[in-house]
């Protein structure tokens, strides 16, 4: 499963909005409607977001290569991709990697084509890396918690925690995996259901607020999800609730693990309080696909993401493998960000 593809020197995107009852996949030729298609979630998941501006840049790059002044349309196109959403830090790496990369061979579309396709290749590896990785801590039998969907569709392919899913179910480990529905935009319900059922892997839809109940009842060995922004001590940032089930995890003594891969670890920042989360329209809140739920003129929260501590996490799954506490050290490693 994919939901990003570059052909002919265009980008399609699966339009996740829709999914998972119609699957439209929609062109792009103007890196501006890529910037709008990341900000209302066509694209979304950390690494694809990161892809999909990857791939706009080229697209900026074809617009302006016969045009003056290229350096200045680059810059202005980043500009604008950057503003598209905050929190993922793998749109500001690709966006960075891309930009360092034109500025060494200059307007040289086949070789920034190049790049994009890179980047696009080197995250389904990571994934696989990672999958392979997080199987180890699967025990047979395993029933398994997940959050929001951090899976192919959030990546270049075969997903982060949903890759640890995927290669524990590939050795016959997984006996259930829970999804919760992710409230308010229902990732969970809608794509990472939509996968698991597609691909025959064992799920069990949940509401957001059953979690808690599930582990009480001793029916979850470990949670895994996926990851937006890693800080440089292990704190991280992941769809709103993640922080309430790592909570709910360490009240009941179940194992808690973040997959990602090092280019969502953002070693610039020091701790969680850095990472700027991204505060959406209360229309998210207050309507479920467009139908209202909640009276007229009701105030409401809408923060997408929260933030975990490190101290509720007991690994991060990376492509180089399961990295422990003390994350300072553990994550010194890395050359994200
Ligand atoms: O708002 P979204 O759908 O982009 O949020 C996605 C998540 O929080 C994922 O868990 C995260 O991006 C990791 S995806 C591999």
């Known amino acids: 499963m ?23 996949w929609l062109r792009y030729t103007d890196y501006r409607q890529v910037a709008k298609a990341i900000q209302t979630m066509v694209v979304r998941g950390a690494p694809a977001i990161g892809i999909a501006a990857a791939y706009a840049m080229v697209l ?3 617009e302006n290569v016969c045009k003056g002044n290229f ?31 034109w500025l060494s ?29 997080g199987a180890e801590l699967v025990p047979h039998g395993a029933r398994i918690l997940t959050h929001c969907n951090a899976g192919a569709l959030a990546t270049g392919g075969y997903g982060t925690a949903l890759g640890v899913i995927r290669a524990a179910h590939a050795q016959g480990k997984v006996s259930m995996v829970y999804a919760d529905e992710t409230r308010p935009l229902l990732q969970g319900a809608r794509l990472t259901a939509y996968e698991l059922v597609r691909d025959q892997i064992p799920v069990t839809l949940i509401c957001d607020n059953m979690a808690g109940c599930l582990m009480a009842q001793g029916k979850i060995d470990l949670v895994v999800v996926g990851c937006d922004r ?9 769809k709103i609730g993640t922080y309430s089930l790592a909570v709910l995890a360490k009240h009941h003594g179940i194992p808690f693990y973040t997959a990602l891969p090092s280019s969502t670890i953002d ?40 933030v975990t501590p490190h101290q509720l996490l007991t690994a991060a799954i990376t492509e180089r493998g399961v990295l422990r506490p003390p994350f300072v050290e553990s994550l010194s490693y890395s050359s994200g960000r």
């Open 105 to 133: 061979v200059g307007p040289d579309l086949p070789r920034l084509e190049e790049e994009a396709r890179a980047i696009h290749l080197e995250d389904i590896q990571m994934n696989q890396a990672m999958g392979l990785a």
């Open 267 to 306: 070693r610039s920042i020091p701790n969680g309080s850095c990472i700027p989360v991204e505060q959406r329209g209360g229309e998210e809140v207050t309507g479920l696909a467009g139908v209202p739920t909640a009276p007229l003129g009701v105030e409401t929260w809408n923060p997408a993401f929260d």
């Open 2 to 24: 994919e939901a990003i593809r570059w052909k002919d020197s265009t980008l399609y995107l699966l339009d996740q909005t829709r999914l998972p009852t119609i699957e439209d």
């Open 60 to 62: 900026a790059a074809q």
């Open 71 to 101: 350096p200045a349309a680059m810059s202005q196109a980043k500009a604008v991709l950057a503003a598209s959403r905050p929190t993922a830090v793998n749109l500001f790496w690709a966006l960075d990697r891309m930009e360092n990369f």
């Open 230 to 238: 890693m800080a440089a001590n292990g704190d991280f940032a992941n």
